[in-house]
T-cell receptor
Framework: GAVVSQHPSRVICKSGTSVKIECRSL??????MFWYRQFPKQSLMLMAT?????????EQGVEKDKFLINHASLTLSTLTVTSAHPEDSSFYIC??????????????FGPGTRLTVL | DQQVKQNSPSLSVQEGRISILNCDYT??????FLWYKKYPAEGPTFLIS?????DKNEDGRFTVFLNKSAKHLSLHIVPSQPGDSAVYFC??????????????FGGGTRVLVKP
């Protein structure tokens, strides 16, 4: 299967600081990347869809000014949590989808980033 | 409104026996279904998928069955192994630009395979 990496895997920061998380597709070109967050013992919640070269599409209730997404190339998308607060502490996961336009193209997930805001 | 539901939050099965995980959906526009396996503090790993034009797809120990009329799919793992212990998520997607290739996930089923 395709490989997706995330960096960092774990980050602890002080309240008010910004944190950047990188998502890379290592062996395929991803026209679309997705960002999710997962709270303990809950399912994955889609935050936004990121298309290469265009603005991200955010899900209802997700603040676009707080969660900045950049998809600058076909292999890299970044999520920046701006002015992080303790309630932003969560497990953030990205996924990447290849060039195909069919809904049947599989999404491959990164290993996730554990963010803890003190 | 949960469009994809996994009604069993947990499942315990003996090693070597069959694990059956169930998933129900409400959106008739879904045409592609996937199963992912997830360990704690890791991203989901793709297991198997099925298109709505099929009713069965098999890959090694994993078989997914789709019953479109009932809007129900299931994942069979046989024989179950201790390494299969994880949380399994069912996901679905709909075609078309408006759907945005997004996956809708169920709540997950925690599987414990006892040696």
């Amino acid at each position: 299967g395709a490989v997706v990496s995330q960096h960092p895997s774990r980050v602890i920061c002080k309240s008010g600081t910004s944190v950047k998380i990188e998502c890379r597709s290592l062996d395929f070109q991803a026209t679309t990347m997705f960002w999710y967050r997962q709270f303990p013992k809950q399912s994955l919640m889609l935050m936004a869809t990121s298309n290469e070269g265009s603005k991200a599409t955010y899900e209802q209730g997700v603040e676009k000014d707080k969660f900045l997404i950049n998809h600058a190339s076909l292999t890299l998308s970044t999520l920046t949590v701006t002015s992080a607060h303790p309630e932003d502490s969560s497990f953030y996961i990205c996924s990447a989808r290849g060039r195909g336009r069919k809904s049947t193209d599989t999404q491959y997930f990164g290993p996730g980033t554990r963010l803890t805001v003190l | 409104d949960q469009q994809v539901k996994q009604n069993s939050p947990s499942l315990s099965v003996q090693e070597g026996r069959i694990s059956i995980l169930n998933c129900d959906y409400t959106n008739s526009m879904f045409d592609y279904f996937l199963w992912y396996k997830k360990y704690p503090a890791e991203g989901p790993t793709f297991l198997i998928s099925i298109s709505s034009i099929k009713d069965k797809n098999e890959d090694g120990r994993f078989t997914v069955f789709l019953n479109k009329s009932a809007k129900h799919l299931s994942l069979h793992i046989v024989p179950s192994q201790p390494g299969d212990s994880a949380v399994y998520f069912c996901a679905a997607s709909a075609p078309g630009k408006a759907a945005g290739n997004k996956l809708t996930f169920g709540g997950g089923t925690r599987v414990l395979v006892k040696p």
